[in-house]
């Protein structure tokens, strides 16, 4: 088959966060009037790509040509005027206006210096009926839409832009069946219409239905590029594999048969339509890992079990009672004993501007007061102790949270919670972007946790930590546990194969337990 | 040596205040005709009490990230209520004090509830709240005035000269400072209406208990804003239920509190910093006066001087690579 001339083409492309490379010289053609399907794992390296490529990230070398010309995008605007529109995973909409102020938001129709409402309304409404989403009406301010609707706003506000290049991140797993179906029709026509499409995804079968060409992503780098169906399920997820196992993980204890019940049991959890049935339990001394793609309800399922979520239905079990976990702040109460580490230290962990130590004792504050009052040797005390526990470079206590390093910020993070002596502790996706120091450490840390006592529920995006640390593992797909996996059973092929929904990796799997590593 | 110095730069904004506050005083006083006497700190000390009390009760609620609009008119209704209450003899006179601070409390605490389960945004609910108290201040008194029997010995206490020529408005500001302030700085909920203001999200998800935190804050910026009405009575022996003066209380507190290093972005500053802005302002504008400047002159002057000292505080963005963190 002939590829036609690429439109777009990316050769050598590199880009670093701190001392971790996204991407690897990396290579990417995009030809117009096709779909290029790009696939990868978590970490992988897509969503950088794609930021490059609108301009929101500057790579630190390589060489971008549109049309055979050499180009710089050094800002989004940049980008979109070269005609490259992207749709991303997070939406990029402002909440409080119209959406035919979304639409138009940086190119609205001017009349006099100010801007023409009726014609601003009219192109709007057009952009909605090219994206098919004609239901939607354009002075509707988006905060008032659902997910699903503002996806299809954020399709028209960039289809208002006449691109000649739409990239589009996981712009279909907030849609409903119905909407993939008309945003898969849409892509089509605009294919026909000759605009070159590049399309992140990790539904195989979307994949399967729509593109023309695969480029599979690894460790930063580009290492396969195919014909669409060219290739067997199988193969791709073999593809995907291979991450270097640049870790080293504290050796896992026997399985221990406890006696009495878990420490924590979850049975038919459900939430709105992110957790469905989901049922888990977790012993004093365990593991318990949360597998998956990004994004299929694990973080829901923490904060449902740390009292955030309204409307749970099913039931939560500590030591064998049911209990109603209503705020964090119960959560934590020594009767649950619970503590998370969430998900965004900067916003949900740390108040930044605050030091150190206030940040470490916040969540244990009651243990150091006395009616109410702050016991301030007490505290000073215990600071000391957990800043020396888990060696945490500090200048001095009095610093500011916002002046540590990130591995440094994510071991304030634990410590506060250490101090609370928990015992249910649930991470989620704790060593996102800090160095693989502080992530042995970690490790280190969590399987201690788990042998003075304490059950543990850890969610990351990265298979070789949940491979490495987990006793067993959930996988969750769409709200539900896909499958769980125990002990040998936990490899990246099972994980990355029911990660995507596929059966055919997951049976090939269990053929072959054990991995080499 | 190093703790000195870290000492210092957790302090600095506070010692700036105190530190804008000393360079007027001296420019003052050393242009005053009477120079540096205990009639001229009294004086000055008397003003500057009014201000400084409601800049502390503004402190409280802008700690959470929040702003109190109706701290002005909080002031006047129990300046009007004190007008009534500070009467008879001792024993009346003290339970009627109680009954005045009671009052701004409850004003207060109003806001507080309004803010955490009505879930309006402090600035609308403050707003809302405050025309409510200064028309209960105006029904109160519609003309200015004071009871027949007005305790005026006990107001003179307060405004006099203690022993060594220490004026008994200052004696009385640091014993506000030290019974309410300092055990709230103190306190596990202390910290925790600091961390409402650095970040809410991560306060509620620590488990802490915001909604006590914010409902304290709110409590004691209408008593601490109560104590300064009581203050203005002891100073004019009467009520008034003037609109220009709450109003211009609530602007000047705002005022205060930045000059006095707390971020209105919340989570950081302190109620002492808020004490010296406020004094040093009240300064300002006593400066035109020793100038022989015309009073028309005095709301320009002290917005250049306002200005001027805020910016000294914003020169650390210059310093800012990452323009991301501009917004932080």
């Known amino acids: 088959m002939e590829i036609p001339a690429p439109l777009l083409r990316i050769e050598g492309v590199s880009k670093s966060y701190g001392g971790v490379r996204a991407l690897d010289s990396a290579d990417l053609s995009i030809a117009a009037g096709r779909v290029h399907a790009i696939l990868g794992e978590n970490g992988a390296g897509k969503s950088t790509l794609m930021k490059v490529m609108a301009g929101v990230v500057a790579p630190d070398g390589g060489r971008v040509t549109m049309a055979g010309r050499d180009v710089v995008f050094s800002t989004p605007a940049a980008a979109q005027a070269a005609g490259i529109a992207c749709i991303f995973q997070e939406l990029s909409l402002v909440p409080e206006l119209s959406v035919a102020d979304n639409i138009m938001i940086n190119r609205s129709p001017k009349r006099f210096g100010l801007i023409d409402r009726r014609r601003q309304r009219e192109r709007a409404e057009a952009a909605l009926a090219r994206a098919g989403a004609v239901d939607i009406h354009p002075r509707t301010p988006v905060k008032d839409l659902p997910l699903s609707r503002r996806q299809m706003v954020e399709i028209a506000k960039a289809l208002a832009r006449d691109p000649r290049i739409l990239i589009l991140d996981e712009a279909t797993s907030a849609l409903t069946a119905a909407d993939v179906e008309r945003v898969l029709a849409l892509l089509r026509r605009l294919r026909d219409e000759g605009l070159a499409l590049a399309y992140i995804s990790h539904r195989m079968h979307e994949i399967a239905e729509i593109s023309d060409d695969c480029t599979i992503f690894r460790n930063g780098r580009n290492v396969a590029t195919y014909p669409s169906g060219t290739k067997s399920d199988d193969e791709v997820v073999e593809l995907m594999i291979g991450r270097e196992y640049r870790h080293v993980f504290p050796p896992k204890p026997a399985p221990r048969l406890g006696d009495g019940p878990p420490r924590l049991e979850l049975r038919g959890l459900s939430w709105t339509n992110r957790l469905k049935d989901i049922s888990l339990s977790a012993a004093a001394g365990e593991i318990v890992g949360l597998g998956g793609l990004d994004g299929q309800g694990q973080r829901e399922l923490l904060l449902a079990l740390f009292g955030a979520l309204r409307g749970l239905t099913g039931e939560i079990r500590v030591e064998g009672a049911t209990v109603r976990v209503g705020s964090p702040r119960q959560a934590k109460h020594k009767r649950l004993g619970m503590a998370l580490i969430p998900e965004d230290r900067k916003t949900e962990g740390l108040m930044l501007p605050m030091s150190v130590g206030q940040n470490l004792s916040f969540a244990a504050l009651r243990t150091y007061a006395n009616l109410g009052f702050i016991d301030r040797s007490a505290e000073g005390r215990a600071i000391d102790e957990m800043i020396v526990a888990l060696s945490i470079r500090v200048a001095r206590v009095g610093s500011p949270a916002a002046s540590l390093s990130g591995g440094n910020q994510q071991k304030v993070v634990i410590g506060k919670w250490l101090m609370t002596a928990p015992r249910i502790v649930l991470l989620n996706d704790p060593t996102r972007g800090i160095d693989v120091g502080t992530k042995q450490e970690i490790y280190v840390l969590l399987r201690r946790l788990a042998d003075a006592g304490a059950a543990i529920v850890f969610y990351s995006t990265d298979y070789a930590e949940l491979i490495g640390c987990c006793d067993r593992v959930l996988v969750l797909y769409d709200g539900r546990v896909k499958r769980t996996l125990v002990g040998e059973e936990i490899t990246e092929k099972a994980l990355i194969a029911s990660a995507l929904n596929l059966d055919v990796g997951a049976a090939r799997a269990e053929r072959t337990p054990g991995r080499a590593s | ?328």
């Open chain 2, 1 to 328: 040596m190093r703790e000195w110095r870290f000492w210092l730069a957790e302090n600095r904004s506070t010692l700036a205040a105190f530190a804008i506050f000393v360079a007027m005083f001296w420019i003052y006083v050393g242009n005053h005709p009477a120079g540096f006497t205990a009639n001229v700190v009294q004086t000055a000390a008397n003003k500057g009490v009014l201000l400084a009390l409601v800049a502390m009760a503004q402190t409280m609620v802008v700690i959470t990230a929040g702003i109190d609009l109706s701290v002005g008119m909080t002031f006047v209704l129990c300046n009007c209520l004190g007008s009534y209450l500070l009467a008879g003899d001792a024993w009346h006179t003290g339970v009627g004090l109680l009954l005045v601070l009671a009052a701004g409390a409850a004003c207060g605490a109003v806001n507080g509830l309004l803010v955490i389960f009505g879930r309006l945004q402090p600035i609308v609910a403050t707003i809302a709240t405050g025309a409510i108290y200064f028309g209960l201040a105006l029904w109160m008194r519609p003309d200015p005035g004071a009871a027949d029997d007005f305790n005026s010995d006990f107001a003179d206490f307060f405004t006099s000269k203690l022993a060594g020529g220490i004026p008994a408005s200052l004696v009385s500001l640091a014993a506000v400072a030290l019974v309410v302030w300092v055990p709230f700085s103190r306190s596990a909920i202390g910290r925790t209406a600091y961390a409402v203001g650095s970040s809410e999200l991560s306060a509620y998800m620590s488990g802490a208990p915001i909604r006590a935190a914010k409902f304290l804050v709110y409590t004691l910026a209408g008593l601490l804003a109560g104590i300064g009405g009581v203050f203005l009575t002891f100073l004019t022996y009467s009520g008034e239920a003037s609109s220009a003066s709450g109003g211009t209380y609530t602007l000047y507190s705002i005022a205060a509190v930045v000059l006095g290093g707390v971020s209105l972005f919340g989570g950081s500053g302190s109620a002492i910093g808020a004490i010296f802005g406020a004094l040093a302002f009240r300064t300002i504008g006593d400066l035109l006066f020793v100038f022989d400047i015309e009073p028309l002159w005095q709301p320009l002057f002290q917005g250049v001087v306002l200005l001027a000292s805020v910016s000294i505080g914003a020169t650390r963005l210059i310093g800012v690579r990452n323009r991301l963190d501009l917004f932080g």
